[in-house]
Structures are given as C-alpha cells and as structure tokens.
C-alpha cells in the first residue's frame, strides 16, 4: 500500500501515444501497490481500453446526457481493470458539433461531487494537448494537477503542443509555482528527433524522465487487448515505465513554466540555436538607442476610430435582433440561447410595454406579450450541441403555421459551434425559416443585431416582382421600443388617408410577414427617424431593392407638417388635398393654444436637450406665450448646432457639458419649468420638471401636446404640495 497522495496529469499533441503511455504508467503504479485512478480527457474516450481488456466504458457525458444529476450516481460510470486500476472515460460530442472543453468541465463537476477521488493515492489525468482551451486546462488548474508531464516526440507539431502546454500551464501559475515534472520522449525513429527533443528541453529547463524506446512489444500488446506492463515481457519498453514509476513514488523534482517564443522555438527546435544565440542575434537586430534616434520612423497609423455618428445604444447583436423580429407579428421568434438569456430579453421588451400601459394607457402590442420563446440551452446541449434541442422546436413552431420562423442565436450557441444556419432548410413553402446568426455579441452590439434582422427579413421575405401600388408609402426604421411608436403610426396614417394615400407596410413596426413580402411594391419610402442607422439602411434598400425615398422622415410640430403634406403632395399630383387638411388642422391648433394660453401665459422654461431641433416644441411655446430663457445643448458628437432654424431664438442656445452649468442657470433664471431628456429624482417647489422623450411625437400637434401637459403640472403644483400627491407623481412621472 502507498502513502503517497497525487494528483498527476499527462498531457500531449493528439496521436502521439499519450494514452498507451498513461494506461502502462498507471499498470507500474498499480503493480508497486499505488491505488490508482486513471480519467481519460480526450473525446475519443480511449484512455483506460487496454487497462480494461478492451471493454468500452459509458463516458460521464453520455451517462449525464440520459440520467437526472439528482440521481446520477458515480458507480455507472467507473470501471475496475487492470490491478484494480480505476478506469472513467470523461468522454465528448460527436466531431463538429457542441464544446468538448464544456464536456471536460461537466465531467469534473460530477466527480467531485461524488468523491470518487477519495479512494484512490493517485488520480492521474490524460488529457488531449493540442490546444489547451479553458475546458481541456482544467486538469492543469491548481485544485486538481500537482505535477504535469508533457508527452511528446521529436517531430515539430508535438513539440509545439508542448511548447503551447506550458504556456497554459505559466498563465495559471505565473512565476510563483512550480508544477511541471517534465518531458516523456515517446520516440518515432525519425532523423534527428533526439537531437530536437534535447535542444528543446534544455531551452525550456526541464528534464527528460522518460524515454519510450519505438517497438513492437506495443502491437503485441495491442493485440492481446493489454498494456506492456501486463504483457510481462522483459525489455526496455516495460523497464520505462517501472522506472518512471518510481520517480514518482519516491518524489518529483517540479520545475516552472517557462514556455518559448514561436520564433524561439522554430529556431531552437529546426535551426539548432541556442537560447543565448537567439538573444544575442535579436540584440544585434535592435537598433540602440542612439541609433533608433538617428533612423527615420514609419508614422503608425491611428487605430479606427468609433463611427462619431453611430448610435450610443448598448447591449448585444442577440437582444438587438430579437427587439426588432418581434415585430414581425405573425411570426415565431426562438431564441436559441439558455433560458436566462431570453428571459433578460424578454423583460428589456416588455417591461416599457407594461409600464406604459397600466401607468399611462398606452399600448406597445409587440411589448406587453412578446412573441418569441427559448430552446433553453443548457449543459447538455452546451456539450453535444443543440441543433437537435433547436430542429424539433423549429418543427413544432412550424405547425403553427406563422407567417415565419426566425431563429437568433446567442453566445453559447455560436460558441459551442451550432450550425444555425442549416435550420434554414426546414422552410415550407408557406413559412420560410429566418436565421440570425447574431451569436450573442461575438457577432457586434444591440444596433448591428437590428441590422442583421433587418437585412435577413428583407432578403428571406421581400418579393421584387409584386406589381405596383400607386398612392401608398412604406414606413420605414420605426423605432422598435418606444411609447409613441403606435401614436405616431396611427397618426401619420390617418393625415396620409385624408390625402388618398395609405401605408403599404412598416418595415419593421407591427407588421405581418406578407406585408414585407410587398415593400417594392409602394413608390415611395418614409424613413420615420432620419438617425444614423436608419440613414444606413435607407442606402442599403436603395442599392438591393431599389427603393426610392422621400428626403425628409416623419415631420414634428405644425410648421414641419404643413410642409411635409405639401411635398408628399406634390409627389403624388395632389397637393390640393393638403390645403383642406392643413387648414382644419390650423384652426384646431389655434383654439388649444387659445385655450392654453391663459394658463401658460409668461411662464419661463429652461431646457437642456441632445443636439437635434426643437422648433416644433418652441413654436408651440410662442403660441401660448410661454419663453424659453435658456437652451443648454449636450452635444455628444460635437457636431453643429441645430437647436433651431430661426436665427432669433439663437442667443438662448449654449453648448454644455456639466450638470453644474444646469444648476447654475436654474438659480439665475429662475424658470417655472426644468425640461431635460431624463426624468429627474428631484422636485423642486420653485419649478416643475418634465422629461422630453427621445422620440418625439409626430404631427401637427406635438408641441401642444406637451404644453397641455405643463398646463395640467402647474394647475397642481400649488407651492410645491403637488409633490406629496402620490398619485399625480406616478401618473405623470412613473
């Protein structure tokens, strides 16, 4: 019996005989009474074979994949071969598909969970080394290898695994910790292999323990289904492994990681240098100081720059795309990504949906029920892969006969290697399927998600050859989680039908799958929000569908509307009907803001706002005689001002860049009305504060919308007790 206690890994570049070393490693242990536990970490799973005469064991993976963790039991999974010698294959997917790195990770949850380690002197690990991602390194992490031997030959791809090894192994230890015991030469009777091995190990500083003499005693073994060791024959081969286990026994000599250079190991495995050749030919091609001052120097070329101009919204390609496809209303969305995923998704969708619809009765259809739902990936499929998890609810969604199926995936399925896109081929003719490889946000942020959807929705479901519609328009880039999107759609559709005019479809506001399918077939393109992004994808339907566009969006406030009735008119040839319309909307302005005025009459407002024009709001303001004393402008992409177009109205703009120059004009000016892009936490009894939203409502009628609503503020304010009323706080600011 042994009283050593040892946890030891063997790793190495696949096919260089890691496993054949391992298993007659552990049969010399076994022999010299050491209770050894042999787990194979390669997903050939076929470490322990000739410890167990060839018996195939169940791996953990496929075990955990059928069996509740709650019942699993370590037993199943665990084989006695060779001298007792415990046997557990870790096991991993089939090739191409899910992460075996993950596997190697569920595997070592579930053994030490059952302390299976317990009774055993050794665990030794034999693990694949050809490239030590964060699953196949957790063997050499600190909590389970005290000493690592690297398996290798003298050919130049085994040593560069080896070499790759102990850079993993120096990213967990540092300089600190010594944990490599050293090389194990499994020689391949190649020229000059000796000679490379022991060029290598003297530059890494670590000895040679072993050297495996290349032979046919293997194949013998190989044959009768055993190690050499047990094949008893005497020679070189069983002598190795009887030595090398008494190294162990009697204490290893452990050495850090001090891994080479690419260029360093080329040099010394290939060209024979030596480490101190290499720095002193690299000193030589380094200028010195004095010489790097003489020499001219290339200009480096700044790294890019963030597009100045590009939407701040933040988050990633998956929330993005899902945001914008749940507005395809007569699809199914799935995203294939873990529950928790979705689930935050879910509420970044419909949390503005409930709260501005029970606080203020506006309705966001797309927002209160979203309708997308989850394949709720989880370790298995992380191991095996998740497509089989992802056909089925593709097939039962299907059924449903939606307008489409769009599948978006996330971080884990983009990493763990799904081929998303081969879910492509489960369309009907009555339902394409849509896949957004958005991969979480290994594929960009929030707006390249809106994007992606965008472009995979008109190339899978826009039809170039439906016949023309005269007298209607597209609506185009609506903003997908807004409380006034519907308000304005509603609104811009009842004045263009005044005109004769309708909306052929809203490319992507609430709309069904057959809308889309009929977007060329409208002669005219209203962007609704002439933001960056929308400009990009106007440039994009232009080029590929050839889409022609009105060169304004949505208008804001009467003078921008009255105009933009007049254009739209003179597009179609009927430019007489927006004088009636105009008209009756005028009188309708007039009379609010005669009924306004009396109440608003003189009041000052102090506003602070992004860069973007407000004469909608401060022609609204002049109408009831109200005056804005100060405009302070937060202008993020420094570009030039254009609070307003009326040359008069500009001494009142400043550009800023604090809050401290807010409060400070607050004290001097002493407004009635604070208006900022954010609500404020704080209540003043001296003013009232009101938040502008990002985005504005359209028509004629947006400016006194929001003074009819400092109206309703002031009437209740009364010295401030407004404050203290709980109900008017949540109605007008939740």
């Not at 050495?255 to 360093?264: F, R």
């Not at 259809?365 to 989850?374: C, K, L, Q, R, T």
């Not at 009819?708 to 109900?727: I, P, S, T």
Request: hydrophobic share 40%; aromatic share 8%; net charge negative.
């Amino acid at each position: 019996m042994s009283d050593i206690r040892l946890e030891l890994a063997l790793y190495g570049k696949g096919g260089i005989g890691k496993s054949t070393i391992s298993a007659n490693l552990s049969a010399a242990l076994a022999e010299s009474g050491v209770r050894v536990l042999q787990i194979g970490c390669d997903p050939k799973h076929d470490s322990t074979r000739l410890l167990m005469h060839g018996q195939t064991l169940p791996t953990v993976l496929e075990y955990l994949k059928d069996v509740p963790k709650e019942q699993a039991e370590v037993f199943a999974v665990l084989g006695r071969g060779y001298k007792d010698v415990g046997c557990i294959e870790a096991g991993g997917p089939k090739p191409g598909v899910g992460c075996a790195g993950r596997g190697i990770i569920s595997a070592f949850e579930f053994l030490e969970r059952n302390g299976v380690k317990e009774h055993y002197d050794m665990v030794l690990y034999d693990v694949l080394g050809d490239v030590v991602c964060g699953g196949f390194a957790v063997p050499i992490r600190r909590e389970y290898a005290d000493a690592i031997f690297l398996v290798t030959s003298g050919e130049f791809m085994a040593l560069y695994a080896a070499n790759n090894i102990l850079r993993g192994i120096r990213n967990f230890d540092g300089d600190r910790h010594r944990r490599v015991a050293g090389i194990l030469y499994n020689r391949r009777n190649v020229a000059g292999e000796d000679q490379r091995v022991e060029r290598f190990a003297r530059a890494v500083g670590l000895p040679v323990c072993a050297v495996i003499p290349r032979s046919d005693a293997f194949a013998r073994a190989e044959e009768k289904k055993c190690t050499v060791v047990e094949l008893g024959e005497t020679g070189p081969e069983r002598e190795a492994f009887f030595r090398l286990a008494e190294q162990i026994r009697t204490g290893l000599t452990l050495y850090p990681a001090l891994p080479l250079e690419d260029d360093e190991l080329e040099a010394v495995v290939l060209h024979g240098m030596t480490p101190a050749r290499i720095a002193e030919e690299t000193s030589s091609a380094n200028p010195s100081p004095a010489e790097a001052t003489s020499a001219p120097v290339a200009a480096t070329p700044l790294p890019d720059a963030p597009d100045p101009a590009r939407a701040p919204l933040y988050g990633c390609a998956f929330t993005g795309a899902i945001t914008t496809a749940v507005h395809l209303t007569d699809a199914v969305v799935i995203a294939h990504s873990p529950r928790a995923c979705a689930f935050y998704t879910w509420q970044n969708i419909s949390s503005p949906g409930r709260r501005n619809l029970f606080n203020r009765g506006i309705l966001m259809p797309s927002a209160v029920s979203p309708n997308f739902e989850s394949t709720d990936i989880g370790q298995t499929e992380a191991v095996f892969g998740g497509m089989d998890a992802l056909r089925a609810q593709i097939a039962a969604a299907l059924e449903r006969r939606p307008g489409a199926v769009i599948v978006v995936s996330s971080c884990v399925s983009g990493i763990i290697g799904d081929d998303v896109l081969s879910a492509e081929d489960m369309s009907t003719p009555e339902t394409p399927v849509i896949v957004i490889p958005a991969d979480g946000d290994i594929n960009g942020d929030y707006m390249t998600g809106i994007e992606m959807c965008m472009h995979a929705l008109a190339e899978k479901l826009i039809d170039p050859t439906v016949p023309g519609r005269p007298n209607t328009v597209n609506l185009i880039g609506e903003t997908g989680v807004a409380n006034n999107t519907t308000l304005n759609y509603r609104t811009i559709r009842a004045l263009l039908e005044r005109m004769g005019i309708g909306v052929n479809c809203r490319f992507l506001g609430d709309a069904r799958a057959e809308e889309i399918r009929n977007l060329t077939a409208a002669p005219l393109n209203i962007l609704a929000v002439d933001s960056p992004d929308n400009m990009k994808l106007k440039g994009w339907l232009e080029h590929n569908y050839g889409c022609r566009f009105f060169d304004e969006s949505l208008p804001v406030g009467f003078r921008a509307t009255a105009a933009f009735l007049e254009r739209i008119g003179d597009f179609f040839g009927c430019r007489e009907k927006a004088e009636p319309v105009i008209a009756a909307e005028k009188r309708r302005f007039d009379a609010e803001a005669a009924r306004l005025r009396p109440m608003l009459q003189g009041k000052k407002v102090l506003m602070t706002t992004i860069n973007a024009n407000m004469d909608w709001l401060l022609d609204a303001a002049e109408a009831v005689g109200m005056e804005f004393v100060w405009i302070g402008v937060l202008n993020y992409l420094r570009q030039e001002l254009r609070v307003t177009d009326r040359p008069e109205r500009r001494g009142a703009v400043e550009e800023i860049a604090a809050a401290p120059t807010v409060m400070e004009r607050i004290e001097a000016l002493k407004p009635d009305i604070v208006l900022s892009n954010y609500t404020s936490a704080v209540q003043e009894k001296d003013y009232i504060t009101d938040n502008m939203p990002m985005g504005q409502l359209v028509g004629f009628h947006a400016g006194l919308d929001t003074m009819d609503r400092w109206a309703r503020l002031l009437e209740n304010r009364r010295e401030g007790e407004w404050m203290r009323d709980e109900a008017f706080f949540k109605k007008y600011f939740a």
